[in-house]
């Protein structure tokens, strides 16, 4: 399942939703805590927070790399 979760970007552990994504995300709403991600991924929260740290990081570049292109 852990393979299924890294290798489809629409699986995540949620049978009650068809371990899809989208289906998970058209009928959820609210936000989430890092455990519950952490859950529907299968991996520890503080890795959730790890990798959202480095998304902001990544995204922080891509902005500068922009505004040095304008």
């Known amino acids: 399942m852990e393979k299924k979760i890294k290798e489809d970007p629409d699986f995540i552990h949620s049978p009650k939703h068809g371990n899809s994504l989208q289906k998970f995300l058209a009928k959820n709403d609210r936000i989430l805590e890092d455990s519950a991600v952490g859950r529907l991924l299968l991996i520890p929260s ?18 500068v790399d922009e505004e040095d292109t304008d």
């Open 46 to 63: 503080e890795e959730v927070e790890r990798i959202y740290q480095e998304s902001i990081v990544e995204l922080r570049k891509e902005m």
